[in-house]
RNA sequence: GCCCCCUUGGCGGAAUUGGUAGACGCAAGGGACUUAAAAUCCCUCGAUCAAUUGAUCGUGCCAGUUCGAGUCUGGCAGGGGGCACCA
């Protein structure tokens, strides 16, 4: 009897369905079981979901059902990140409002997720720019301000003086506007900043705690927070100049004083800015520098230029004058804006020095040499001793550790400087000057200052009857939306136009899935069941901003009453990347739909498909617009089916590495769902006479063992996110009951092996249906079950099949192997010595000489030397 | 430039976290079935030499620690992520 193919197709849509109306995954706050909440980062909608996405969902919904499987209250709910600047440019190219250009693309991948087969709670699902969502944020906002978690403070922007407009930093390009072209220059304004410096320690504190995060992350907020244990040293400028009599210097190796050769501060710095006056020169220099835009790469990147003010300062410990230079690497918003430059201790200062020509002084040598620093500074750690030359501070030989620890006392002493605790962590300013965000909730009176808008008069909805003719935020020239009362006195006033940094809207959207219909943000004894998040899933490069905004928002949102948790997510892992091959030919990118890549002889060659040209096979890279190296989920989900899409971006590669799009590995992936189905269904008839019964002795004992270990170490990969080992093993344990299935479906196999083999096959569904849900629904039915799979539990193991008693140990002879001993598990140490040295090849090796030592490692290793 | 991560056969990767390197999959080669093709099934598959049960080398490169290193330490190279207004 011939098996028809499995047709994905008729059978995803079946059960997407059936577990729709069975509401299967809509989550009752209230039932029972332990809660669990896992989430996948939510997606901005660009109009279609790509791979990254795939495998994203695919990973988070395995845990779901897993979770869910294992008894737990499972909460799986999906939303958008709708506001943001992509919405703004499609409105400005193509003419369509932001909000219809969001909706309808948000309309468009969610049926794209819906044919992935997802158990989510799509009753949760809300977009960020619905006005439901942004009005609690606004409520959120005034909650902060009245807490005094939010201020003002101007800060630095991006200024196209041509669109007269501020620019992201991704639109200044080589210090040009992207659309203009012109020269991009800084501009200070006035801002909203959330306070979350005042949570810098609790914040790097509490990352000790988050065991279930990865080290790299950790290591990142850490380094991102910055905290340094340094001194403020006072310069004393030899003639006081523009009302300024000294700059302050922060440092974290004052041990290296002595070696101080000049000092530099920031273009932006106030003496800086005072000179600028009657200094054309320096004006024009400073006009340079602010000309880099604002991101600190492009400045670190920059050629380090400096430009002496002819103004110099007293050395505090020893009397001698410095110069004071401007230098572009000096960054305003990091310490004091002011740094001594030592060149003998630092590359960069070096650099510095030797360009212009400046001393080079050792403040310390290397116990084992005097030399003089020459091409390359001296930068020992803190840890290392070394000695000091003619050190105000008495010491001679000393780690930098304690030498800084004697020079911050020294000065402190003296009067001459103050030992301080910095971070490098800044406050988050959330105002941006566009249309597309969350309004900002106040209202600038001329007399009363900045006033918060009642709750009552909430929310703050964004005007549709906008333009985009003129560049700039369009909420400027809104005067129906600007001219307001003042809520204090009455008068007329302005509106604030700024919206909320985008960052705002995913910093607690996790939180309002526990209640994404309350009139509050949150209803917090609801709230509290399920946060925090117990897995987060999402990219990498979210291991920052996001996830530390979020942390702050957890914060505050527990300090204005709304939440009880600190830390929002309990667990997290970053998934790598979905990359593929570039393609293009002398007009450019070419897609992977528009190409046949065939084999010639060991050689790859790529052939356009329409002009059957050869096209030059390019790097691996991330799938991105640009190099059109991208494979719509909607293809594959069409010929493939969504369950091979999803087996494919969970095997081989680890979640956590980049997985490469191949092919070949899709069509892998399809082949080993027709191979289960081909082998499940062709014995279906003596399957379904079985009961099921693993068999504890005989022929058929392997089966069962093989079913029962599989069962055991997909639970603990599944519990570790290991998704490619649970598929590496299924794929094993379908290689192990192949022939038993075969034999089943001649109807030569005994009773013994049909129902071994039958309670192997109810596991194998049971580990397969969280990865491919509806492959495993329908054959689960086509074995005669009427209840969904997805709605039973885990099975169990069986303790007594998965234990071996005998072990095959590698025997190694000075380390390196040449044979193998098979023993009991208990075996004592010296009966498997006894046993080991009585083998022939042993013998062999030792030629009569007696063994210098004997390592026994139980149940792992025996290692002879000789 | 600074911070973080990664590097194992032709390819994706596994290796019980210091204990048999290459599980599992893909690709490739050989064979079976077939009028033929597809599908399927079986075998081989790190390199070099012995030519079978053996030997040597081999986890980006150079050192080190150890009875034993893919795994730990130091240095180097290449690739990737982040750098505060992309999300």
New binding site residues.
Partial sequence: MAIE?YNPRASEQKWQKAWDEAKLFETDDNAPGETYYVLE?F????GRIHMGHVRNYAMGDVVARFKRAMGYNVLHPMGW??????AENAAMQNKVHPKHWTYENIAAMRGQLKTMGLSLDWSREFATCDVDYYHRQQMLFLDFLEAGLIGRKT?K??WDPVDNT???????IDGRGWRSGALVEQRE?A?WVFK?TDYSQELLDALDDLDQW????R??Q?????KSRGIDVQFKLTDPVEGHDEIICYSTRPDTMHGASFIAISPDHPLSIALEGDNAELASFNADCRRLG????????AEKLGFNTGIRVQHPAEGRSLPVWVGN?VLM??GTGAVFGCPAHD??DLDFARKYDLPVRNAFYLASDGADVASEALVPAKSDVVDYVNHFAGVTTATGEEAINQTIAWFEQNGTGKAKEQF???????????Y??CPIPVIHCDDCGAVPVPKSDLPIELPEDISFDLPGNPLDRHQAFLQVKCPGCGKDAKRET?TM???V??SWYFARFATPHAEDPTIPAIANKWLPVDQYIG????????L?YSRFFSRAMKRTGHLDVDEPFKGLFTQ??VVHETYRDDSGWITPAEVRVE?N??N?IAIHLESGKPVEIG????MSKSKKNVVDPDDIIASYGADTARWFML????P?????W?E??V???H??V??IW??ILGASEGLKQAEPNPAKEGDALAISKAAHKTLQAVGSDLEKL?F??A??????L??QI??PL?QIAEGKADVQTAQATRDAVDKLLAMIAPIMPHLAEEIWAQLGNTTMISALPWPVFDPQLVADDE????V?I???????VVVSKQAEGKAVEELVLSLD?VQN?LQGNAP??I?V?P?????I?V
């Fill in positions: 193919r980062m997606p901005y909608p660009s990140d709708a506001f943001g600047m992509p800060s922007v991006n501020v620019l992201a930093n991704e639109q200044v304004l801002q979350i990865p080290d790299k992350v290591t990142m850490r380094n991102w927070i910055g604002t991101s600190e790469e492009a400045l670190e990147k690497f918003n990091y590359q960069r490098r962590l800044r406050d988050w300013g959330i105002s941006r000057q566009r597309w965000g700024d940094d985008t960052f809207d995913s990219g990498i490069e979210h291991a920052i901003l996001h530390l790598g990347m084999d002889d060991g790859r790097s691996i890279e991330k095997s081989d590669s680890p956590e590495r980049d997985v490469i191949t070949a590995g069509e892998g992936a082949r080993f027709q191979r081909r082998l290991a490619n080992k598929v590496a093993r299924l794929y094993d379908i290689n192949a022939a075969n072990v095959t140990l590698p190694q000075n380390g390196k192997r040449r044979g193998e090849f090796h210098k030592k390592i490692v149940n792992r290793i025996v290692n030397v």
